[in-house]
């Protein structure tokens, strides 16, 4: 066999102090687009609908670094805010406007967050009555009811057979109990329950990354 003499050529990259935008991965704006104005002084617009800056071109963000991601919660009221009806148009336009901006959309819907303004879906507060003293003070419902399970799974497995695979959609933050989704507890559901509203997720979402970081281990497991 002969082999052909091959040119060695010799790369010396040039260095550079820039920040490199990596698809999937670094910083991510949070509640925000590239290009957008943060919140002003302390305050907070998690789990809101998304209200949209006018934009100017300029995707550079002042005083922070350009992101790939562009990450947002929700809340379940605006997402359902009639049973069986579903406003996938904030959404839909929030994948849009990621595009748009260069980035990709992370979301997490959480079911509720703090504060009688920060509920469950108002049909939803109807149907199970007042908020009681749960054993966990970030619940505002009692997650171990079957309507909790039917009506919120429902929600996140519609969610995936409408978004799975989404090319804007860069991951799924998986949210099932407590203030904003974040899991508080956990260790108090019934494993069946844990196991159901873990499986809205994995059952729903074959494409679309999923994130996990609920605080208890035996939701991680499981998931796993």
Do not use: C
Request: cysteine-free.
């Amino acid at each position: 066999v002969q082999l052909m003499a091959q040119e060695t050529v010799i790369v010396r990259p040039k260095e550079i102090d820039d920040i490199l935008t990596n698809p999937g991965i670094g910083f991510m704006t949070f509640q925000r687009f590239n290009g957008d104005d943060l919140n002003a002084a302390k305050s907070w617009t998690e789990g809101k609908p998304i209200v949209y800056q006018e934009f100017d071109g300029n995707l550079e963000n002042k005083d922070h670094p350009m992101t790939t991601i562009a990450y947002f919660r929700i809340y379940w009221k605006f997402i359902e805010p009639q049973m069986g009806k579903y406003r996938w148009d904030l959404i839909d336009k929030a994948l849009e406007t990621a595009r748009q901006r260069g980035q990709t959309l992370m979301l997490r819907i959480a079911p509720y967050g703090t504060g009688n303004q920060n509920d469950v879906p108002k049909w939803y507060r109807e149907m199970v009555g007042q908020k009681k003293d749960w054993p966990e003070k970030k619940w505002q419902v009692d997650p171990d009811h079957p309507w909790y399970v039917k009506h919120f799974g429902k929600m996140i497995r519609l969610l995936g057979e409408r978004y799975d695979g989404h090319p804007d959609l860069e991951s799924v933050d998986v949210s099932i109990v407590g203030a904003w989704g974040e899991g508080a507890g956990s260790d108090l559901l019934r494993p069946k329950t844990r196991e159901a509203l873990v499986k809205a997720y994995t059952d729903s979402f074959k494409k679309t990354h999923l994130y996990m970081t609920l605080t208890y281990t035996k939701t991680n497991l499981y998931g796993l």
